[in-house]
């Protein structure tokens, strides 16, 4: 569901997503239903992801995602490895070369490379988690609506969000 920002070599882009689909097989899929070519693993035919075969090596199915780039900041987080492979790296090659290296300390592409991963984490975490927990409750909505009503909440007593009182 990741949306794609703009990039400064849609070639360069479309080559890595083309050679990562060639060297699993297009369309296919893990055990655990992953679909990513970029987390995707090929063991002889056999088809696994990052995280399980992490799981099954006894290591950490998280990646140290350096948010604004290495070259520009230690700062990192923590992400499921296959997250880290298939959405945040490849949002990061999208960015100008310039930028993602950083070769001489520049402060001003220090704070480049700190907008552009600030945004890459924000579309991350709102397609990845906010979108979803949305879609979820608009789902709620709907199967409380069919079951008592348009004004189901006045009908079933829900626990109220308002902060209480002493």
Known sequence: MCRKL?????RARHRREALASRRVGYGRKSAS??????ALI????????????????RQSPWDKHH????????????????????VLSPAQYDWPQKTLENRYGSPTLVHAAK???????????????????????????????RKYGK??????????????RK
């Open 67 to 86: 948010v604004f780039g290495i070259a520009n900041s230690p700062v990192y987080l923590l992400v499921p490895v296959d997250d880290h492979r298939a």
């Open 151 to 164: 004004r189901y909440w006045k009908k079933i007593k829900l626990q109220s969000f308002d902060p209480k």
């Open 42 to 57: 090929n063991r002889k035919g056999h088809i696994i992801c990052y995280e399980l075969d992490r799981k099954a090596r």
């Open 115 to 145: 907008i552009r991963g600030f945004g890459d984490l924000l579309m991350y975490l709102y397609d990845e988690h906010v979108l979803p927990a949305a879609e979820h409750l608009e789902q709620i909505d709907t199967r409380l609506t």
């Open 6 to 10: 703009r990039t400064a070599n849609p």
């Open 33 to 38: 239903g992953e679909a990513r070519p970029q």
